[in-house]
């Protein structure tokens, strides 16, 4: 099966292609250079030439506090170019994946937000993000949404920054009133082959299973890599968030998609495996 993942330096597009290319799939790796989702014209002429059966369309403008001063950056990426996305995917006939996110919910449930929840965001990158789930689902007759949730994979996430700051013995403040699903980006990606295999459609969650706060996130890095850094916890109020965080946005999955394989394990026991990578 051919497939296009665009985005593919990025945290989650760099496990995906691995595992796609593991799995024997004809991967079509498009960087930011190959292809710029802010233009319909790029868009089309890459993927017309390419024409996947599959485009999973990983590309974002994911730095939630610079979307909200920049609105229109935000939005050209993360709806206008899924709408170009999904434009040339309807042309070409393939099936059409929107990686979305959490951070459409505005985190008010009380409890864990399923496919069916209705999305509320409340910032400019959940804003953005849920116009470009709206578009594609009008610009493209086979679609599939999948949010996911604060990833840790390739470097450059949080997980990374706590042990870095740790290990230069700088004390951490961390808030703990936020709450979210810490999600592996090799196990998500492994899910979403399976996905991808069966050609699945709609909307679908997927997140390492729990739910925890971000002081609590760290507290569990630090316990597993045996590191005692000074760590505080904080009020989301005293830390200089310039967006507003959804106070829980984690992520669970509606039963009627049991019957797929693709529950993911707890996030402890992702965490414990991402830092067992990172050490040896
Ligand atoms: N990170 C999270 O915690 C998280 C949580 C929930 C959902 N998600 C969603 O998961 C997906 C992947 O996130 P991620 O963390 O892997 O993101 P990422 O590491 O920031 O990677 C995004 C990729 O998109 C590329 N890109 C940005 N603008 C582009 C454009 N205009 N045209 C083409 N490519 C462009 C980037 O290339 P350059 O860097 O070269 O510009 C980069 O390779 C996104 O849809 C995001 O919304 C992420």
């Known amino acids: ?15 995906l292609v691995r595992i796609l290319d593991d799995k024997k799939y004809d991967v079509i790796s498009l960087q930011h250079a190959d292809i710029e989702c802010g233009d319909p014209e790029s868009v089309q002429v890459v993927l017309g030439s390419i024409e996947p059966e599959v485009v999973i369309n990983c590309a974002a403008f994911t730095d939630v506090d610079t979307c909200q001063n920049q609105p229109a950056e935000a939005f050209c990426v993360n709806a206008l170019g899924a709408l170009y996305v999904a434009q040339a995917c309807a042309r070409v006939g393939s099936l059409c994946v929107y990686i979305s996110t959490d951070f459409v919910f505005d985190g008010e449930k009380g409890e864990s937000y399923a496919e069916d929840d209705y999305p509320n965001p409340i ?17 493209c007759p086979q679609w599939l949404i999948v949010r996911m949730a604060s990833l840790f994979g390739k470097t450059g996430n949080f997980v ?17 009133d936020v709450y979210m699903s810490p999600t592996y980006a090799y196990d998500a990606s492994r899910a979403l082959e399976q996905l991808i295999r069966q050609r699945t459609t709609g909307i679908f969650h997927l997140a390492n299973a729990g739910r925890c706060s971000w002081y609590e996130l ?22 200089p968030y310039h967006a507003r965080r959804p106070k829980d946005s984690s992520l669970r999955r509606r039963a009627r998609h049991d019957g797929l394989d693709t529950c993911l394990r707890p996030w402890q026991q992702a965490l414990e495996v991402y830092l067992d990578t990172k050490t040896n």
């Open 218 to 239: 760290a507290k569990k890095t630090f316990e597993i890599i045996g590191l005692s850094p000074v760590l505080e916890s904080i009020h989301s109020h005293d830390y």
């Open 160 to 176: 990374d920054m706590i042990l870095r700051k740790a290990r230069m013995g700088t004390s951490l403040r961390v808030v703990d």
């Open 123 to 139: 910032n400019v990158y959940g804003a953005s993000k849920h116009a470009g789930e709206m578009l594609i689902r009008q610009a």
């Open 1 to 15: 099966m051919r497939v296009a993942v665009i985005g593919s330096s990025g945290q989650l597009g760099g496990h």
